[in-house]
Structures are given as structure tokens and as C-alpha cells.
């Protein structure tokens, strides 16, 4: 996966309100979305979605 597909994973996660929306929006699996935002987390030292 590259960085530009990270970052449209992202941009849907925000524009769906929900990993399972982007998922579907998307039309890559549930699991990809979650790996992208935790990239996108660890790389910026932050927690950007909470799950609880």
C-alpha cells in the first residue's frame, strides 16, 4: 500500500464517520482501512480515532 492510498483510506475514515463506512466506501477490507490508520497514528505520534 502506498502513501497515496493511506491518505484517501484516511480522508474516507473522516468523510464515513466509521472504519466500516470507509471500508465500504472504499471497497477494500475492513482490516486494510485499521492498518492505514494505524500508520497514519504512529507516524503522527497521535490517537486519531478512538474505538471506545
Keep these: ?3 497515496q ?3 484517501w483510506d484516511d480522508l ?3 468523510e464515513e464517520g466509521s472504519l466500516s463506512g470507509a ?3 472504499r471497497r477494500i477490507s475492513h482490516t486494510n482501512v485499521s492498518r492505514c490508520l494505524s500508520e ?4 503522527l505520534g497521535v490517537t486519531l480515532l478512538n474505538s471506545g
Design 1 to 3: 500500500m502506498n502513501e
Design 5 to 7: 492510498q493511506v491518505r
Design 12 to 14: 474516507a475514515i473522516a
Design 23 to 25: 471500508s465500504r466506501a
Design 40 to 43: 497514519m497514528e504512529q507516524s
